[in-house]
C-alpha cells in the first residue's frame, strides 16, 4: 500500500492506494462518530456494499442506492440522499462514505458540504478515472441542463481509499475514460510521465496490476501538488482543466450519461492540443505523439457529429472559466507545459472546431 | 444611516441601516463586476424592484422573480436562480443581490454559495425579522420536507443594506414575527435591551421610526458581535437558537409556510423558558415577564392543537444540535443569560409539551 497526502493544513488527508483495501481496517480510525450513510450506485452495490459494510462492522450504518450514470447527477438525484440522512434522523456528527465513481464522489461530496451546513465524508472510488481525479481535491457537486458541474462546493474528504482490484471489474470503456485523465497529468505537467505512458500504455489497458497501481499513484501525486498548491483554484489548478471546456460542451451537448466524461475530455484535449498548434504553441510533432497515445488509449478523437460550431461557442461561454463573455482556455506550449490564456487566435479557434466536426470517424 | 460591522476577517463586512438606503448609491462600490442577478419574489418585486434595478444602472442586471413564502424555500425554487444564472451567462464574478425576507435572503445566499462552488452576493433585507436575523451572520439554505433549513452553507455577504422605510409595507403579523427575534436578543444575552423592550414595546408594534431604528441596530450589534466571536458554531453562536428547536418542529409540522417563522420562534421561546422553569434554572418572576411581553408584541403563544408529544420529540430530534439521539437545547437562567444543555429533566420536557399543547386559545 502507498500512502500519499493531500497538504491543505487543517484539512490535510491521505490517499491510500494499493490491491485489496477494501479488506482493511483503514476506514475505522478516520470516522469519529457512530452514524455512517454510505452512498452508492446500483451497479457498484451488488460488487462492493457487502464488503464495505463489513468494514464498518461496529458503526450505525444506513446505505442509499442511487441510479448509475452522469445523467443523474443533478439536484434531484442529490435530494435522495437528503431524504436517506434525515429518514436516518442523522445528525451533524454523520460520516458519508462515497462507494463508487466520480458521479457518487461528486454528489456525496457535495450532500456531505450541504446537510447541516458541512459533514464530513470520505472517498471509496471503485473507477480508474475517480481515483486518479475526481477522488482527490475537493470538487464536489452536480450538473444542471444548461452546465456541467455548475453547482456545488469545495469539501475536503477525510481520506480517500484507492483499492486497485475494484478495477478489475470495470468495463474497458470506463478503464479508457480513466487513461484520458492520466494522459493529462502528463500533457499538463510532467513530461516523463507522458514518456512513460508512450513505453507502457498497453499494459494499462491490458490491466496490469502493477502499471496500474504506479499510474494511479503518480497521477494522485501530481494532483495533490497542484491542489495543495492551489486549493480554491485561483491559479495553477486551473490548469487541471485540460481538454475539459471542450470536453463539458460535448459531455452537455449530447446529454449527460452519452458520452463519458474520460471520453469528452480526450476529445477536448486533441481540441486543445490542435488550437494550441494553430496558435503558434505547439509543436507538429508533439501534436503527433498526443494523438497517437489517445488512439493507443482506445480512446475517442472526434466530437459527436450532430455538434455545430455554434453550439460549442455557445456551451464554452458558459464555462466556470469564461469571465465577461471570453473564453479562457487551458493550451499547450509543449508536451508537460500548459498555460491558461484567452490569447488565442479567434479564428484558429473557429478552424479547429471546424477541422474536428468534419470528421468522420 | 448607521453602519455596522461584522469582523470576521477577510470576510468582514458592513450593515447599513438608516431610512431611505434603496434611494443611495452605497451598493455601487461593493460591487467588483459587470454582471449582477437581483433574486426577489412576487409580493416585493412590484414595491421595490424599479428602485433596486435603478441603484444597478451600469451594471448589466437580470432579475429572477420568485414564488413568495416559506413552503418554496425548497432545492426545486433554488434551482430557478441557477436556471436564470445559467440562461443568462452568468460567470463566477456575477454578484446576486438578495431583495426580500428572510426566505428569498436564505435561498439567493445559498444559491450564491454554491453556483460554481461560490460567487458573491448583498442582502438588501425588507422585513424586519431578515433586518434583525436571517442577513446577518452568513447562514444560507433550503428546507427539507423532513426538516427545516437542512441543506446549506454558510456563506458571508459582501454588505447588508437595512432601509427602515421597507418595514412601511409589512403586514403587521409579518412585523410582529420580526419583534420575536428582536426579543430573543434581549432574552439571551442583553438583558439592558429587554428592559428598554418592556417600555418600548408597543412603540415597535406601531411603527415608529426611530423606534425601529434602535431596535433593529442593536439586534444586529447583538446578532454580530455573538457571530464574529463563533462564525461556524461551534459554541456560543448556538445561543441563538433559543426558541428555535421548538419553533423549527412547529413549522415542519404545521407544513412550511402556515406560520411564519417569528411566530413558531415566539412560541418555541415560551417553551423553553417553561422548561427552563420548570427545571429549576428560571425564576417565575422572569418567566412572566417574557409571557407578558410576548403578549403584548401580539404573537401566539400556544403550538397548534393539532400537534402532538410524539411529533414534537421526533421533529425535535432531528434538529441540527442533536447529537446521538439527544436533544440540545437553549434555555434560560434568567432573563439576558441563555445555555445550551442536554442537562434538562426529561420528564420537565414531557410536561412542559403536555402543558403547551393543552392550552385552547
Known amino acids: 500500500m ?158 480517500v481509499i484507492a483499492d486497485t482490484e475494484t478495477l478489475n471489474t470495470l468495463e474497458d470503456k470506463q478503464l479508457a475514460a480513466g487513461i484520458a485523465e492520466v494522459i493529462k497529468y502528463g500533457l499538463l505537467g510532467d513530461k516523463p510521465f507522458f514518456e512513460w505512458l508512450e513505453s507502457n500504455i498497453e499494459k494499462l489497458t491490458n490491466r496490469d496490476a502493477d502499471a496500474l497501481a504506479y499510474a494511479i499513484e503518480r497521477s494522485c501525486r501530481d494532483k495533490a501538488e497542484i491542489v495543495a498548491a492551489d486549493e480554491k483554484e485561483s491559479g495553477k489548478r486551473a490548469l487541471l482543466n485540460l481538454g475539459h471546456t471542450f470536453g463539458h460542451a460535448i459531455e452537455t451537448a449530447s446529454g ?18 490542435d488550437l494550441s498548434l494553430r496558435s503558434g504553441f505547439l509543436s507538429k510533432d508533439d501534436m503527433d505523439k498526443i494523438v497517437s497515445l489517445t488512439k493507443r488509449a482506445k480512446l475517442p478523437t472526434a466530437p459527436p457529429k450532430e455538434m455545430t460550431q455554434a453550439q460549442f461557442i455557445d456551451l464554452m461561454l458558459r464555462d466556470k472559466k469564461a469571465l465577461n463573455g471570453v473564453i479562457r482556455l487551458v493550451l499547450l506550449q509543449s508536451i508537460g507545459e500548459a498555460i491558461i490564456s484567452d490569447n488565442y487566435d479567434r479564428t484558429a479557434l473557429n478552424k479547429t472546431l471546424e477541422s474536428f466536426l468534419s470528421v468522420k470517424e
Chains 1, 2 share one sequence.
Not at 502507498?2 to 482493511?24: C, N
Not at 472517498?123 to 456545488?152: C, E, R, Y
Open 2 to 159: 502507498k500512502t500519499l497526502h493531500v497538504d491543505l493544513g487543517e484539512r490535510s488527508y491521505p490517499i491510500y492506494i494499493g490491491r485489496g483495501l477494501l479488506a482493511q481496517d483503514l476506514i475505522r480510525s478516520h470516522i469519529k462518530n457512530k452514524q455512517v450513510l454510505i452512498v452508492t450506485n446500483e451497479t457498484i452495490a451488488p460488487l462492493y456494499l457487502k464488503k464495505t459494510q463489513a468494514m464498518l462492522a461496529g458503526f450505525e450504518h444506513q446505505t442509499v442506492i442511487l441510479p448509475d450514470g452522469e445523467q443523474y447527477k443533478n439536484l434531484e438525484t442529490l435530494n435522495l440522499i437528503f431524504d436517506a440522512l434525515l429518514t436516518h434522523k442523522m445528525d451533524r456528527s454523520v460520516t458519508l462514505v462515497a462507494l463508487g465513481g466520480g458521479v457518487i464522489g461528486d454528489m456525496a461530496g457535495f450532500a456531505a458540504a450541504s446537510y447541516q451546513r458541512g459533514v464530513n465524508f470520505i472517498q471509496i472510488p471503485t473507477t480508474l478515472l475517480s481515483q486518479v481525479d475526481s477522488s482527490v481535491g475537493g470538487k464536489t457537486g452536480v450538473n444542471h441542463a444548461l452546465g456541467k458541474n455548475m453547482i456545488g462546493a469545495f469539501h475536503q474528504p477525510l481520506c
Open 256 to 273: 449527460y450519461g452519452q458520452w463519458l466524461h474520460g471520453e469528452a475530455v480526450a476529445v477536448g484535449m486533441l481540441m486543445a492540443a
